[in-house]
């Protein structure tokens, strides 16, 4: 009966509870991401009813081709959390600086709409968010160069056949599923916990050509054969990192993005995709690592920086920096 009546608001506040300190500041901050997720999902779901769709003609900073819809869910976040009065100043993937804001005890890191690409072809899309301490009330890039480990908070929003908010404030991760009808995100998923080993691999193997001897040494053997090993493992790819990592976080396994002759630094974003992402596995028992440091312990040197990621299931991860580092 707890599962039905427990909404995200209530679950903060107990969890808040055991922090007889904690100002509520932090629970306002988690409803004010609460109710932009709740808009770009509402935009997300009727994308293909209005002319939401297609390209704005614009880039963004990265060069990537922006849709209409990332720019629609930048903007819900920015506005949402620079008014709030909670949020000093945050870094996005659709803005080219730091955006400063009026005050607030936290900065925020996102990545509004990740694999916007699949937009079109309703293919399941997220929110990457992470939560800092500010360190300074004037906002520049400085603020955002370190490491992961001084997360206080992340989390996703995944827009696939229901809309779910994944979090961790460091201690464990809870999933929400939203239900439109009341407009709540109901407690669906308590304390996820990420199976040690998983038989399920995520990789563009259209890049096999591109990748160094040692990543395929390692592809070549999950693919391999083996009744003892339980190998081959099944590849699994969606192309959407948010739903890739969200069905490896509940069924175990591991995803990979590595550095490539295209992508000398990997392709997917440090700061506000891969420590993210890092803290939430690392919350669920899992790993993450760009084959020879783990995540949360590097510092970007600047907020659109790249960073090959391996993330899911520890003893897959560690397998696979065994072949890297071999
Ligand atoms: P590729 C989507 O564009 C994205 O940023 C991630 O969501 C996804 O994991 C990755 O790129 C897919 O990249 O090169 O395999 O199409």
Not at 88 to 103: M, W
Request: with cysteine.
């Amino acid at each position: 009966m707890e599962k039905q009546t427990m909404n995200l608001t209530r679950f903060l506040i107990e969890e808040q509870r055991k922090y007889p300190h904690a100002s509520g500041v932090f629970t306002e901050l988690f409803s004010e991401i609460a109710l932009a997720a709740k808009i770009i999902s509402r935009e997300v779901n009727k994308a293909g009813l209005v002319d939401i769709l297609g390209y704005t003609g614009s880039k963004n900073v990265t060069g990537d081709e922006v849709k209409k819809l990332d720019l629609f869910a930048n903007n819900t976040m920015k506005h949402i959390l620079c008014r709030g009065g909670n949020v000093i100043g945050l870094a996005s993937e659709e803005e080219e600086e730091a955006v400063q804001c009026e005050r607030g005890k936290y900065l925020v890191v996102f990545d509004p709409l990740d694999g916007s690409s699949n937009i079109d072809v309703n293919v399941s899309i997220g929110t990457i968010f992470g939560i800092y301490n500010k360190m300074d009330d004037f906002v520049d890039e400085k603020q955002f160069m370190r490491p992961g480990r001084e997360l206080v908070a992340a989390g996703y929003i995944i827009y696939g056949s229901s809309t779910m908010f994944v979090y961790s404030t460091g201690n464990g991760v809870h999933g929400f599923t939203l239900d439109p009808s009341v407009g709540e995100f109901i407690l669906s998923h308590k304390d996820i916990k990420i199976p040690k080993k998983g038989k399920i691999f995520s990789i563009n193997t259209g890049n096999y050509k591109k990748w160094d001897e040692k990543l395929k040494n390692y592809i070549d053997f999950i693919t391999t054969p083996d009744k003892k090993t339980q190998r081959p493992y099944s590849l699994r790819y969606i192309g959407s990192l948010v739903a890739d990592f969200h069905r490896n976080l509940l069924y175990g396994g591991i995803f990979l993005y590595p550095k490539d002759m295209a992508h000398p630094n990997g392709k997917l974003r440090l700061l506000y995709e891969a420590q993210p992402l890092a803290f939430i596995v690392e919350q669920a028992g899992g790993y993450a690592s760009d084959g020879y440091t783990p995540i949360l312990d590097k510092v970007p040197h600047d907020i659109h920086e790249r960073t090959p990621l391996f993330i899911g299931s520890i003893e897959n991860v560690k397998e696979l920096e065994q072949f890297l580092q071999k």
